[in-house]
């Protein structure tokens, strides 16, 4: 799977959009990208995932650049419930049963909402 | 719809020591992954069962680790005998079987503490 870059850590004010940049500038054809979160203690928590379109749903915005070569998560109006670590990932896609893969992770971003 | 569980929470052992750790996915999932965490790493992946079956357990650190998944429902994963570099924290996920790239869901995670 494609290596992500994010940067380590990210301040938001609670009430703002939060956009959470990812660059996988080696992505293949054939790989999603997806976005996860950790807030402490709990598990990771499924945010969103694309392959070239832009996303969104109940929780946030994905937007995937044209060439595919990043993304951005945007957070539309952050709460402090939001204060987490965000992790974006690209896995290959599977079309065969049985074959679905792991996610590889790593360090994420740090993001604070603050008052 | 109950999310994926893990038993117990947390647990604390003694060195050599076997410990078993339990993990629920949600019903009707037939992909489910075993991952963790160790003291200031990343998650990382262990092994993927689809059903009953070892997809991949190319992450599986060593032959001191089992895991198993009876009748494709819960799985187990046993640490014997346990040693310092096995605490961390170890997250279950589970996603559907069909439809192309369903998100895992984790669980919030097993905390495991070696002494």
């Known amino acids: 799977d494609a290596k992500t870059t994010q940067p380590p850590s990210m301040d938001c004010a609670e009430g703002r959009a939060a956009n959470l940049p990812c660059n996988h500038s080696?992505?293949?054809?054939?790989?999603?990208v997806y976005w996860y979160r950790q807030i402490h203690s709990q598990g990771p928590q499924y945010i969103i995932h694309?392959?070239?379109n832009n996303e969104t749903n109940e929780m946030a915005s994905l937007i995937i650049t044209e060439d595919r070569k990043s993304s951005t998560l945007i957070l539309p109006h952050a709460t402090l419930r939001d204060t987490a670590v965000y992790y974006c990932?690209?896995?290959?896609?599977?079309?065969?049963?049985?074959?679905?893969?792991?996610?590889?992770f790593g360090t994420g971003t740090r993001l604070q909402v603050t008052l | 719809e109950a999310g994926v569980t893990q038993f117990p929470s947390h647990s604390v052992i003694e060195k050599g020591q076997t410990v078993t750790l339990r993990c629920d996915p949600i019903?009707?999932?037939?992909?489910l992954y075993w991952y963790r965490r160790v003291m200031g790493k990343e998650i990382k992946f262990l092994l993927h069962?689809?059903?009953?079956?070892?997809?991949?357990e190319s992450g599986m650190p060593n032959n001191r680790f089992l895991a198993e998944r009876t009748g494709g429902t819960y799985s187990t994963l046993k640490v014997q005998p346990a040693e310092l570099e096995d605490s961390g924290v170890y997250f279950c996920?589970?996603?559907?079987?069909?439809?192309?790239?369903?998100?895992?869901?984790f669980g919030d995670g097993t905390r495991l503490s070696i002494l």
């Open positions: 069962f689809v059903k009953e079956s070892k997809q991949d």
């Open positions: 996920a589970s996603s559907q079987e069909v439809g192309e790239n369903q998100p895992q869901h």
């Open positions: 694309g392959l070239k």
């Open positions: 080696t992505i293949s054809g054939n790989e999603y």
């Open positions: 019903s009707g999932h037939d992909n």
């Open positions: 990932i690209v896995r290959v896609i599977q079309f065969d049963p049985g074959t679905a893969s792991k996610l590889t």
